[in-house]
T-cell receptor, first 114, second 114 residues
Framework: EPEVTQTPSHQVTQMGQEVILRCVPISNHLYFYWYRQILGQKVEFLVSFYNNEISEKSEIFDDQFSVERPDGSNFTLKIRSTKLEDSAMYFC????????????FGDGTRLSIL | DAKTTQPNSMESNEEEPVHLPCNHSTISGTDYIHWYRQLPSQGPEYVIHGLTSNVNNRMASLAIAEDRKSSTLILHRATLRDAAVYYCILRAMNSGGSNYKLTFGKGTLLTVNP
């Protein structure tokens, strides 16, 4: 069964540094998402991406965050200048359509900011 | 997304059926009922979804009340691997607009006893 893959599984970064989290969505999917989960808290939506542009973003997704689909297979989340509070699990997801269609999630990247 | 209410936790014994309830009294006619689960240290996993009729798949069954104000996820024979947080989420049928994100609540933590 096709799956969403994320790399790296764990990223340790110094505060203030840039970090790029990578995702390979399911190949025929058209919609791409990032979510995050701070330890012990709920899964929170960050951003959705369709047709090479952001379709929706949350208040968390400020100017420090950006997303890109640099080629036909990868989908990346960049945090420009990391803060301690960016430490969390980051999940990538993809779906063929939106609305009633399910989203398929990767197993996440654990981001630790020192 | 309309609000859902789930018990914080439930407990089951291995190989017994589990019924996980969800109340969604403000559901609209175009909302699908989705269930996801999150196993420890993994990303959310799609389980099942439905609109009005009961649904079955290889993972579970979804029983939807006639007035659609509640639903029940049924695991027919719980295994230790089913121990997870289960989320009930409403999703509007239509694509586009602001209908991209999944809004996760706290879900129900299911413990399965051997």
């Amino acid at each position: 069964e096709p799956e969403v893959t994320q790399t790296p599984s764990h990223q340790v970064t110094q505060m203030g540094q840039e970090v790029i989290l990578r995702c390979v969505p399911i190949s025929n999917h058209l919609y791409f998402y990032w979510y995050r989960q701070i330890l012990g808290q709920k899964v929170e939506f960050l951003v959705s991406f369709y047709n090479n542009e952001i379709s929706e973003k949350s208040e968390i997704f400020d100017d420090q965050f950006s997303v890109e689909r640099p080629d036909g297979s990868n989908f990346t989340l960049k945090i420009r200048s990391t803060k301690l509070e960016d430490s969390a699990m980051y999940f990538c997801a993809s779906s063929y359509l939106t609305g009633g269609q399910p989203q398929h999630f990767g197993d996440g990247t654990r981001l630790s900011i020192l | 997304d309309a609000k859902t209410t789930q018990p914080n936790s439930m407990e089951s014994n291995e190989e017994e059926p589990v019924h996980l309830p969800c109340n969604h009294s403000t559901i609209s006619g175009t909302d699908y009922i989705h269930w996801y689960r999150q196993l420890p240290s993994q990303g959310p996993e799609y389980v099942i979804h439905g609109l009005t009729s009961n649904v079955n798949n290889r993972m579970a069954s979804l029983a939807i009340a006639e007035d659609r104000k509640s639903s029940t996820l049924i695991l027919h024979r719980a295994t230790l691997r089913d121990a997870a947080v289960y989320y009930c989420i409403l999703r509007a049928m239509n694509s586009g607009g602001s209908n991209y994100k999944l809004t996760f609540g706290k879900g129900t933590l299911l413990t399965v006893n051997p």
